[in-house]
């Protein structure tokens, strides 16, 4: 937390100097009073005593006191709140090995279902952009705020060859800074990129794309898909068929989230890839953003000050007879 007006603070010392006054006053009135009544006839005189509860509406008042200090030193704190814009861009990787049925039915297939539910979690105020890449990155479906669309756009996602994975970051940090509001502000962009492994081919070096989507100030997030079980099937000449074994690779996908500010994330089955998801719909969904709390700290100091001075009335009231 910080302060526009630090200074103010230094008000703070009142508050043990009325605590030394109030304890000097108790004893003062105690002495007082022993000077001139039997103690022991007190409870004969008063019909109630509070007791430890004469001291809550004193510490309802300073805190009120401390409330209204600590207010008008114009406190900032970073307090999370739903973004109302953002744009966020899926890419996916359809390479050959996203066919192997280690997170069943596919990667593939698993990867496209938990994105369906991903795209329905985050507000409908988002735009959504799908990107696929396998040799190449190509845009499946621009940023939009048709659900359907996107969803379409995944279910016809198709496996190919390759994994240009830098062509798809870049691409993806790009598509996403070409959107605009009517006000013409461009919103915050996110990308998520669902891959099984490391660059094969594409023309832009992963540590490349990183570094310009960080530029974009674009953070990109990864997941992992697969295990290390993962096989496909490939055809040879004459019809025979190969397994090829397959096991995830990670280090491009942490190198990526590491250099632009996004989270790195590994799935090795349908349950945990769909928890993936649900994470990042409620990260993408709000924002930090710095906030004075003056109006914060004026209004419980207000029930603070009320709250003392009722319950003081009513444990220090005269009972008539």
Do not use: C
């Amino acid at each position: 937390m910080r302060f526009d007006r630090p200074l103010f603070l230094i008000a703070l010392v009142a508050v043990p100097v009325l605590v030394l006054l109030w304890r000097t006053s108790e004893r003062r009135r105690h002495e007082g009073a022993a000077r001139f009544a039997n103690l022991a006839l007190i409870p004969n005189l008063v019909d109630r005593v509070p007791g430890r509860w004469r001291l809550v509406p004193l510490v309802l008042l300073l805190l009120g006191l401390i409330a209204l200090i600590v207010g008008a030193a114009k406190p900032h704190t970073h307090l999370t709140v739903p973004r109302k814009e953002a744009t966020v861009v899926l890419a996916v990787d359809i390479s050959r090995s996203m066919e192997a049925k280690d997170v069943p039915p596919s990667r593939l297939a698993a990867a496209v279902s938990a994105a369906d539910r991903f795209v329905e979690e985050i507000p409908k105020t988002y735009s959504v952009g799908l990107v696929a890449f396998g040799s190449r990155a190509y845009v499946a479906v621009p940023p939009t705020r048709d659900r359907t669309v996107i969803e379409q756009g995944l279910a016809d996602l198709r496996p190919g060859e390759g994994t240009a994975i830098g062509d798809a970051v870049l691409l993806s940090a790009q598509l996403g800074q070409r959107q605009r509001e009517a006000d013409g502000v461009v919103p915050p962009t996110s990308v998520l990129v669902i891959s099984d492994g490391a660059r094969d081919g594409g023309r832009t070096k992963p540590e490349v794309a990183a570094a310009r989507a960080k530029a974009l100030h674009v953070p990109v997030s990864t997941v992992l898909v697969g295990t290390k079980n993962g096989q496909v099937t490939a055809k040879l000449v004459g019809g025979y068929t190969e397994q090829i074994h397959v096991p995830p690779s990670p280090g491009t996908l942490q190198l990526i989230a590491q250099r632009t500010g996004g989270t790195f994330y590994r799935a090795r089955n349908p349950t945990a890839l769909a928890g993936v998801y649900h994470k990042l719909a409620t990260r993408v969904g709000h924002t930090t953003e710095d906030r004075q709390v003056s109006d914060l700290f004026g209004a419980g100091a207000i029930v603070l000050l009320l709250l003392g001075g009722g319950l003081s009335t009513v444990l220090y009231r005269r009972l008539v007879p």
